[in-house]
């Protein structure tokens, strides 16, 4: 077993603990409280946290070199992100095992482009080994995309730092988030819905420039997906739609509940297929600023009665899931084990500047 530790000089950890510790159970790890510690664990590894008078002391452990990177790179990425404002020092000690392949990146190779509606494509990708994403607990992947004037491929890799070292010395690749559709592991196939919203980022740019025999690399799973429950109420816009497809069709047949979907217009709808029980309902955006669809709709549900079998999926701009989250967490009073809710993006920022912003740019 290899490990590494770090006590990082935190005055107020106090204003940050909850939120770190919630980061982690939101990617990929499960968090339990021992004693004074927290304890950490994911498919790579584990982590402790002490949290000590103004510092927080962290210590890791995983079974190989790229799996101790790639804990080191989560803990670094989600603390660093969370407190942006406190622009901490994380200087690790212990075992050095160099730069490593990022252990659940995956290369996949864009076989087919269909046109679902509109502005959705449906992007079916071969790959090997892709039992990581046949999971229903996590659903989102990251895609990294290859510059636009590269001659050949070449991919990031993790550092002692707990940093991602680009390749060649360039800047970072384009990447963005997306949901995994489906995913057919003994056909090494997996498939992606885009929405192509109009904008220039390198998602969108990716999308309208791919060919069969592009690559791009997939990083994941990660972030909470669906919890089994006999009444759901799935809420999202294009970039929720295809979460919501897939767990409409992964429920049990005796699921009840409603999926309230908001697209540009008419065109933009899909048959999907649900259970019987669970009404699909679409909304069309309005255009009206200030207004959030979405939220609209929720609140206007008929609330009266006891929510303990429900389960809510939220997956849209940001605006819309604020206003959502806040009422289901404060007025519904749901608790967080029955919620599953992502900013998918916001208005006016890009991923970037999202980063730039820290944690405050995408929560509640
Ligand atoms: C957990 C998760 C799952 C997601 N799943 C999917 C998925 O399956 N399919 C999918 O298509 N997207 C999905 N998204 C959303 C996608 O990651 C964002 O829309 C992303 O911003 C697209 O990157 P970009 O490079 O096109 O635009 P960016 O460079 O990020 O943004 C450029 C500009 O476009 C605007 N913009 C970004 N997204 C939208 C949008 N949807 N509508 C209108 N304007 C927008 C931004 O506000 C910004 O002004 C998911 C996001 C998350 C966090």
Redesign the pocket.
């Known amino acids: 077993m290899l490990s590494a530790r770090t006590t990082v000089s935190f005055p107020r950890i106090d204003a940050f603990l909850t939120d770190i510790l919630e980061s982690l159970a939101a990617h990929d790890m499960s968090v339990t409280a021992i004693g004074d510690s927290y304890v950490a664990t994911c498919t790579f590894g584990a982590a402790r946290l002490v949290a000590g008078p103004q510092r927080l002391a962290i210590e890791i452990s995983a079974p190989t070199a790229p799996e101790l990177n790639r804990v080191r790179y989560s803990i670094t990425g989600l603390i660093g992100f969370v407190a942006k404002s406190e622009a901490l020092q994380i200087v690790w000690e212990g075992d050095e095992v160099g730069r490593t392949f990022p252990p659940d990146l995956r290369l996949l190779t864009v076989q087919e482009i269909q046109r679902l509606t509109p502005r959705?494509r449906r992007v079916i990708f071969a790959g090997e080994d892709l039992a990581r994403f046949d999971t229903r607990e996590q659903?989102?992947t990251r895609l990294l995309f290859q510059p636009e004037d590269a001659t050949r491929p070449e991919w990031p890799t993790l550092d002692d730092a707990g940093l991602i070292s680009w390749p060649g010395g360039r800047q970072r690749l384009?990447s963005?988030?997306?949901?995994?559709?489906h995913v057919d592991v003994a056909a090494g196939q997996l498939r992606?819905?885009?929405?192509?919203?109009?904008?220039?980022?390198?998602?969108?740019?990716?999308?309208r420039r791919a060919r069969p025999g592009d690559i791009v690399g997939a990083v994941g799973p990660?972030?909470h997906g669906p919890k089994p429950a006999p009444r759901v109420l799935l809420v999202g816009?294009?970039?929720?739609?295809?979460?919501i497809a897939r767990m409409l069709e992964d429920a049990a047949p005796e699921t009840e509940g409603l999926a309230l979907i908001l697209v540009a217009d008419g065109e933009d709808r899909q048959a999907l297929r649900a259970p019987a029980g669970v009404e699909v309902r679409w909304l069309q955006r309005s255009h009206v600023a200030g207004d959030e669809p979405l939220s609209r709709a929720v609140h206007a549900l008929d609330w009266r009665g006891a929510h303990d079998d429900l389960f809510v999926w939220v997956?849209c701009?940001f605006h819309d899931f604020r206003a959502i989250r806040r009422f289901v967490r404060d007025e519904l009073k749901l608790p967080a084990a029955r919620v599953v809710a992502?900013?998918?993006?916001?208005?006016?920022?890009?991923?970037?500047?999202?980063i730039a912003v820290g944690a405050h740019a995408?929560n509640a």
Request: charged share 25%; no cysteine; glycine share 18%.
């Open positions: 959705m659903m989102h384009g963005r988030v997306y949901t995994v559709r992606i819905d885009f929405f192509d919203h109009g904008g220039t980022g390198p998602g969108t740019r990716w999308l990660a972030a816009d294009e970039t929720g739609l295809p979460g997956g701009e992502f900013s998918h993006w916001r208005r006016g920022m890009s991923e970037e500047d999202i995408v």
